[in-house]
């Protein structure tokens, strides 16, 4: 069993930078594989960022150049940090991992951009 906590959200202007943090239970996380989603009201989930238990990243084109994800394994946690946010980027950020084909997730963090 994995349990997953997003942190870090919360209000910001547009051009301001947040830090989500996705902090997991267990031993063996470093193993683990972790994905950024985010979902906005009346919009489907969508794949933002991801990154390997080796530190390889993705990004979805709409975040890429702004958003960058890392890896602390001390601390059994993975960073999301956003920069140059836009009032597009107002969404719930989750969390997420397969660990032997079962996916788990955070509750979520709502990240609200606005002047």
């Known amino acids: 069993q994995v349990q997953l906590v997003e942190s870090g959200g919360g209000l910001v202007q547009p051009g301001g930078s947040l830090r989500l943090s996705c902090t997991a239970s267990?031993?063996?996380?470093?193993?683990?594989?972790v994905a950024w989603h985010r979902q906005a009201p009346g919009k489907q989930r969508e794949l933002v960022a991801s990154?390997?238990?080796?530190?390889?990243?993705n990004y979805a084109d709409s975040v890429k150049g702004r958003f960058s994800t890392s890896r602390d394994n001390t601390k059994n946690t993975v960073y999301l940090q956003m920069n140059s946010l836009k009032p597009d980027d107002t969404a719930v950020y989750y969390c997420?991992?397969?660990?032997?084909?079962?996916?788990?997730w955070g509750r979520g963090t709502q990240v609200t951009v606005s002047s």
């Open positions: 997420n991992t397969k660990v032997y084909l079962t996916d788990y």
């Open positions: 267990g031993s063996g996380f470093r193993f683990y594989p």
């Open positions: 990154i390997t238990s080796g530190g390889s990243t």
